[in-house]
């Protein structure tokens, strides 16, 4: 359980590990120093000297706490190392406690004698379920009683003289978790298909134990591997942990999390392919039907008929050649045709060679190359793929396998020269990790490895940057910073040390980072420099540091940077209740930099000075600037509204109506626009001015069935026959490729999202909504046809959603609008804080609701559950309303979480809420509220009447 604190806890154990380097200790000395300690402290408990016992249990755990940090700063992080420390460890933990056990047993104490038996086994039976899970490939760190729990309650028993009850608390929690990783390990394990890496690795190191009979049954799903994988089987090395979670939206600070973006490496987890079905209706052709029965029987483990239709001559021609041909070649493997199976895969590499399938298809005919010992041309094969395909997903495992071949007929040189090719290309991945276990064994084999360059250091913690490990990052650029004499490589190697910092969201260390790297930069570089750390300062809590830091890049810096500098050190100055100090730096910043956007950012903040005080003159004056036409693009729409707003303050309606109506002309459908209705109806003769809406969003005509509009689309068509196979996840996959190509052409965007609807694939829709067809529907154009604001407001789960918000007293719409912009409508949607599901709850807010309610929680997986899931967040947000007694109020309090709403609330400047809103410190929680408001009033448009 504190193991979640290990890496915020690095910022104190890395400087002490760094003074014991300095000492010469090594991690080793350590480790083996913790168990000689714990061998005294068992004497102790022997002797009942139990104080004693307790204060060499505190030096044990303190060499065993620091052993880690000394590996890291110094560089000697080995797979040996972890081995022997985790050896050592439980050799530790029995000694201590059969020191107990003779304790008691002396006394005579019978019932404490079996009590720390009890805990004795615990303990042992928690370090084995972790270390078979992995042996499994399933990281098991859950429980309540790790090796530091364990410790701490056998330290504060003998400290206190409560033994008994301390050995009471560790053997029944020790094994309570030893039972929680068990029933853990078997949800994960569940689904899975584990150690198919073992298996290929195994066929390319020993090729002639595999000539034969397949190690492993190919699994009966239809259709070649997503994506998502590395290939058609994957080393099992376990991958490497992502960014530590910030908070999430139940009560912290987070940018909201969408869903991955089309097309990219990164996607929802993968369905397995439902069973082919044909819809209802559909016009088909009979050799259509014919490979629809196919695919089903397949799905059965009838192979036959699948490698029957899909040899024929029809289907290899067909639109989805590559998918028959790779199909065609699994069943093949399953039916020991080895050669064939090659054969056809190696036909998708030859022919189709720019489908998504032909770097898997290499890997797949490598693999089968080398199941008939043909090791020549699985070399060959691979090269090809890594020389073919540069950027496949697919390239870290074809690297790991070429260097085990080499390794395995013996060119340790070439394998070790291919092992580190990958720890450079993928530093991030398991399978640098497995190449990292490989060298290790080479050089333990007497091969003599030079070290990796200065330049390939700073390659590697940049990739490890790329690959989302901040962590690991992070320490190699300290070390980098400690080795290297070059100040360009010193420079370089803070500038990455600061990054990782900022990702792990320590915003003093990378402040403090960078202030190290600024006497190292260029001189044109420095004031950047300067501007980035006084921004991270400020996130820190600091305010004197980055006020004097703005002020120096305001007067030394580039116009861009002297511009953003004097804005924040304005914002920093009302944030602090320096009002008039604020104002004039607002006021230099508008005159200096009249065309910058931070002085378009002043003069709205100018305007809000002037507003607060009730000068509503002043504000109108500001405002004004930010409103004409061809003025700021950011802010204009908000300008032109409260400018009307203290036009009506002032007494001036008609200016007033005259504000709101040219919003109403140019974008009525924006959060500008619906509060500009509620204010002044539009004008009869209204129309987009063309200053607001581009020329080619005007001019788009989209059909009312979005199909239409990609008729005779050879691209569109391959999907189409996808799905009309029951191939719904490939179809997915191929429109996820189609969405970057389409992207000058609305109409084809348009139905390529009606589809990953009609697939509820909701979140992969809004997000090409909302980055290419956002400004359209802005517009609020009458031309547009009504499908095409179902695909940007979706309403799935409506039965569900509709029950769970009237139970709770609230508007279904209300609800809605909430799931849209939390999760997209993606009901396996995690952020990275860790809330979930379609209402993005985080496990401590929900898991009480769910316990009153008699609900299982069963460690989160409840929140997956879209029904639960919309019960427990609608009542939530219910109360949140109940308590701000204000809609707008509770949905701010929804994303920043309560305690800051209250808090802002009560130090606010205004009672009116919507000015509230603008002044939200937070610009993510503040622009959320506005996104939710505006689709709480679409929801309400396009459903309000059904």
Excluded at 156 to 164: D, K, Q
Aim: hydrophobic share 45%; aromatic share 8%; with cysteine.
């Amino acid at each position: 359980m504190l193991g979640r604190f290990r890496e915020p806890a690095r910022a104190y154990t890395d400087p002490v590990g760094r003074a014991l380097v300095r000492l010469h200790l090594r991690p080793n000395h350590l480790t083996v120093l913790g168990f000689g300690v714990s061998v005294l402290a068992a004497s102790a408990f022997v002797a009942g000297q139990l104080k004693s016992a307790g204060l060499l249990l505190i030096v044990a755990g303190l060499c065993d706490f620091f052993d880690g940090a000394v590996a890291r700063v110094s560089g000697q992080v080995t797979t040996f190392g972890a081995f022997l420390d985790s050896v050592i460890d439980r050799y530790s933990d029995l000694v201590v406690m059969l020191g107990i056990v003779v304790l008691f047993a002396r006394t005579p104490h019978a019932r404490g004698a079996v009590v720390a038996m009890a805990g004795l086994m615990g303990s042992m039976m928690v370090s084995y379920t972790k270390a078979r899970a992995e042996s499994v490939g399933v990281t098991c760190t859950v429980g309540l009683m790790e090796r530091p729990e364990r410790l701490i309650c056998l330290i504060a028993g003998a400290l206190l003289n409560l033994l008994e009850p301390a050995l009471w608390v560790l053997a029944v929690l020790s094994n309570l978790t030893a039972l929680q990783r068990i029933a853990f390990t078997r949800r994960a394990t569940r689904d899975a298909a584990l150690l198919r890496g073992l298996v290929l690795a195994a066929l390319l190191l020993l090729p002639s134990l595999t000539a034969g009979q397949p190690l492993v049954e190919e699994p009966p799903v239809a259709g070649p591997p997503s994506t998502e994988s590395s290939g058609p089987e994957t080393p099992a090395v376990p991958p490497r942990a992502v960014e530590p979670p910030v908070a999430g939206p139940q009560g912290a600070e987070r940018p909201a999390t969408e869903p991955p973006v089309p097309g990219s490496p990164v996607a929802e987890p993968k369905e397995a392919a439902p069973a082919p079905a044909t819809p209802a209706g559909a016009d088909t052709s009979e050799p259509e039907r014919a490979w629809a029965e196919a695919l089903a029987a397949y799905q059965r483990g009838e192979v036959a008929p699948l490698i029957r239709e899909f040899a024929s001559e029809a289907a290899r021609e067909s639109p989805i050649g590559d998918y028959v041909l790779y199909m065609l070649a699994e069943a093949l493997t399953r039916q020991e045709d080895l050669a064939g199976a090659r054969q056809a895969a190696l036909g998708i590499a030859d022919r189709w060679r720019e489908s998504r399938l032909a770097p898997q298809a290499l890997l797949l005919a490598a693999t089968l190359a080398a199941r008939l010992a043909d090791d020549a041309q699985a070399e060959a094969l691979l090269a090809r793929l890594v020389d073919a395909y540069p950027d496949a997903t697919e390239v870290p495992e074809a690297l790991y396998l070429l260097a085990m071949s080499a390794e395995s007929r013996g060119a340790r040189d070439l394998a070790a020269k291919t092992y580190r090719q990958l720890q450079l290309l993928d530093p991030a991945s398991g399978y640098a990790e497995g190449a990292a276990d490989r060298l290790a064994a080479l050089e333990v084999a007497g091969l003599r490895l030079p070290p990796f360059t200065l330049a390939e250091r700073l390659e590697r913690v940049e990739g490890l940057l790329r690959g989302g490990a901040p962590g690991p990052a992070a320490d190699e650029a300290d070390r980098l910073v400690t080795d290297a004499r070059d100040d360009a490589v010193v420079y370089r190697a803070l500038r990455l040390a600061g990054d990782a910092a900022r990702r792990l969201g320590r915003w003093e260390a990378a402040a403090r980072t960078l202030e190290r790297a600024v006497p190292r930069a260029p001189a044109a570089a420095r004031p950047a420099l300067q501007l980035e750390r006084a921004k991270l300062l400020v996130r820190s809590g600091q305010r004197r540091e980055p006020l004097a830091l703005f002020a120096e890049v305001a007067a030394t810096g580039s116009d861009a940077d002297a511009a953003e500098a004097l804005y924040q050190r304005g914002r920093l100055l009302e944030d602090m209740d320096r009002t008039p100090e604020a104002a004039d730096v607002y006021r230099l910043a508008a005159a200096r930099f009249p065309g910058r956007e931070a002085a378009a950012s002043s003069l709205w903040r100018l305007g809000w000075l002037g507003w607060l005080k009730g000068d509503m003159r002043s504000a109108v004056e500001r405002w004004a600037r930010l409103s004409k036409p061809g003025g700021n693009r950011v802010y204009r729409l908000a300008a032109l509204y409260w400018t009307g707003r203290a036009r009506e303050r002032l007494g001036d309606r008609t200016e007033a109506v005259l504000r709101y109506r040219e919003i109403l002309a140019g974008a009525p459908r924006t959060y500008y626009g619906v509060l500009a209705s509620g204010r002044a109806p539009a004008a009869p003769s209204s129309a987009p001015e063309a200053e607001d809406v581009p020329a080619s969003d005007a001019s788009v005509a989209l059909p009312a069935e979005p199909r239409e509009a990609v008729a005779g689309d050879p691209a569109f068509a391959r999907v189409e026959l996808l799905r009309r196979l029951g191939l719904v996840q490939y179809a997915v996959e191929e429109l996820e490729a189609l969405t970057p190509r389409a992207a000058a052409d609305p109409a084809r965007l348009y139905a390529v999202s009606s589809v990953f609807v009609q697939e509820a694939r909701y979140h992969l829709a809004l997000r090409i909504f909302r980055r290419f067809l956002a400004p359209l529907a802005a517009t609020g154009d009458p031309a547009l046809p009504r499908a095409f604001w179902e695909i940007f407001y979706p309403f799935a789960w409506r039965a569900e959603m509709t029950d769970a918000a009237t139970a709770a007293g609230l508007d279904p719409h209300l609800v809605a609008a909430i799931v849209r912009e939390e999760s997209s409508y993606y009901p396996r949607a995690v952020s990275r804080a860790g809330a979930r599901g379609l209402m993005q709850l985080m496990a401590g807010t929900a898991a009480p609701m769910a316990q009153v309610r008699g609900l299982p929680f069963r460690q989160g997986e409840l929140l997956d559950d879209p029904a639960h899931n919309l019960q427990i967040g609608a009542r939530f947000l219910a109360g949140l309303v109940r308590e701000f007694g204000d809609t707008r109020l509770a949905i701010a309090a929804y994303n920043a979480g309560p305690k800051r709403v209250r808090q802002w609330w009560s130090a606010r400047k205004t009672d009116d809420v919507e000015a509230f809103i603008e002044q939200i410190p937070y610009d993510e929680t503040r622009l959320y509220v506005k996104r939710v408001l505006f689709s709480w009033d679409e929801y309400r448009r396009l459903y309000g009447g059904l």
